[in-house]
């Protein structure tokens, strides 16, 4: 016990006063023999590969509770490739890392805190927040009141709400400083790199990637994530974040590289030929202008007549598609067969604009309320799947649903205005980022009025993105405060003495 007293306060997260050592014994001797049971129950059935995991689980445990933020780096890195998991080994690797590691990160943090085992005092947790539980509850008894399928839908509402929200709660109540969110930046590098690699084959050699990355009948670029709007917003967030980080960190090969890395994610969202994502694309490079005007104008005098002169000579079919996607009959069409979808919508929410028809219940109750029709359109008649998140989330969960879902956004909106001209000009950890982190969320905003999102990696980086805005805002109003005190402090010292020299 005195060995385990010595080596404990090498851990600050785990040191505790006096009076509280035998509490930390019993629980860390409990656990112990717990998981050696385990890890001897798993060999002896022959379960070699979960024992392993077991065994290594215990430093990571370790590790976690020291830098949560590692976990949110994981996920970055690995589940844009789990989205199309399809055999055994990958669905287990899915359960992990995304069903798992964030709940678990999240009970790291809490857990020490509520036992009384660590100093360290939590960040309070406030209106945003609050509506999050609301609308996780919302969800689930919706679920559970509504759905004909209570259990699978309670596992969609797990991927899709829980977890991203446990990513915004890990980024909150971990409170890294802007050390620690610059390890952003080399998984920012990497997700950018490899989705636009992936992207760029599909034009090239599509049959040199697995099938599942390749979307053969709508020609679209969706990369590993499924969807081209989650590829897109993907794209937008770690190409904007690597240009930024060369822009104000970094020099010579390093700077280039962002640079590079940056066009390369501009050019994939231009072949991802979504209509919802050249415009949230163009959105966010009009913000990114906002904050580095000189540098994106000497950029584009340079790479504008480059790009038309490629684009001549080697770009001719993907020109040609872009023009079917915009002015063609068929994408007027397209355009068209949604509105009886959004009208569907729209009366499914004045029926019942409370609480709506339950999670998850658009598709099965839809087409009630697709007559009369709203015009004479081509195929008003079919059964099309819903083309608005939101329009959707009105129709399922009604207005307390689309308001508990949307009134975090439009707090952290809120409180980024009123401070936006007192946060720092320039660095890293700036209004630059700041600007860089709401246009990530502007072009989600746009493509899910296009798209009822359900990729699970499109939603994490929603709540990730909101989170980081948190954080931001969190340590710069006690920045702030603590220079509001000091200037305070100087005011009331410089009238007594003022005071003194009158006497």
């Known amino acids: 016990m005195k060995f385990v007293n010595r080596l404990l306060p ?41 024992a392993a995991v077991v065994i290594f689980a215990v430093p990571s445990i370790i590790v976690l509770q020291r830098y949560p933020f590692l976990s949110i780096i994981v996920w970055l890195a690995i589940d844009p490739f789990l989205m199309t998991a399809t055999s055994s080994w990958e669905r287990q690797v899915y359960w992990v890392i995304h069903r798992a590691l964030p709940l678990f990160t999240l009970v790291l943090i809490l857990l020490p805190s509520a036992l009384g085992m660590s100093a360290k005092k939590l960040p309070k947790l406030g209106f945003p927040e609050m509506l999050m539980g609301i609308y996780v509850l919302e969800s689930l008894v919706s679920v559970w009141y509504d759905n004909l399928t209570p259990l699978a ?30 390890w952003l930046v080399p998984v920012m590098f990497f997700v950018a790199l ?30 590993t994530l ?29 700077r280039t590289m962002s640079i590079l890395t940056f066009l390369l994610t501009v050019y994939c969202i231009f072949i991802a030929f979504s209509r919802a994502g050249w415009l949230a694309g163009l959105l966010a490079l009009v913000g990114l202008f906002f904050i580095y ?24 079919t993907q020109i040609r598609w872009a023009g079917e996607r915009l002015m063609s009959e068929r994408s007027e069409n397209s355009a068209l067969s949604r509105v009886p979808v959004y009208a569907a919508a729209v009366r499914m929410f004045l029926t019942r604009p409370v609480f709506g028809w339950g999670y998850g219940n658009f598709d099965r109750f839809d087409r009630q309320f697709q007559n009369p029709p709203v ?11 819903s083309h608005n998140f939101f329009l959707s989330m009105l129709a399922e969960q009604g207005l307390v649903g689309i308001f508990t ?38 072009s989600h905003f ?51 003495s003022m005071k003194r020299e009158q006497v």
């Open 10 to 50: 090498q851990f600050p997260a785990f040191q505790t006063r006096r009076r509280q050592l035998p509490v930390r014994d019993i629980l860390y001797g409990l656990a112990a023999v717990i998981i050696g049971l385990l890890i001897a129950r798993l060999i002896v059935m022959d379960l070699w590969h979960i």
């Open 293 to 316: 005007p000189r540098f994106l104008t000497r950029l584009g005098l340079v790479i504008v007549p480059a790009f038309l002169i490629i684009a001549a000579l080697f770009l001719q």
């Open 375 to 385: 015009a004479n359109i081509p195929g008003d008649n079919k059964d099309h799947a």
């Open 405 to 442: 879902y949307l009134g975090p956004l439009f707090y952290w909106l809120g409180l980024t205005i009123k401070h936006f001209s007192k946060m720092p000009r320039d660095g890293f950890w700036s209004r630059k980022i700041m600007v860089i982190f709401w246009m990530t969320l502007l």
């Open 446 to 496: 746009i493509v899910y009025n296009f798209a009822n999102m359900r990729v699970v990696f499109g939603l994490g980086a929603w709540w990730l993105t909101l989170g980081l805005i948190a954080r931001f805002m969190d340590a710069h109003q006690h920045r702030f405060a603590r220079q509001t005190a000091r200037s305070s402090v100087s005011q009331q010292v410089g009238t007594a």
């Open 226 to 254: 499924i969807n081209t709007n989650a590829y897109i917003t993907t794209l937008i967030l770690s190409g904007f974040i690597s240009l930024h980080y060369g822009l104000q960190l970094a020099a010579g090969r390093l």
């Open 153 to 182: 839908t309670t596992y969609l509402v797990y991927d899709r709400i829980v977890i991203p929200i446990c990513l915004y709660l890990i980024v909150r109540l971990s409170s890294p400083d802007e050390r620690v969110i610059r």
């Open 194 to 223: 490899s989705q636009t690699a992936i992207g760029t084959v599909t034009w090239i050699a599509p049959g040199a990637l697995p099938a599942k990355w390749v979307d053969y009948e709508n020609h679209r670029t969706i990369g």
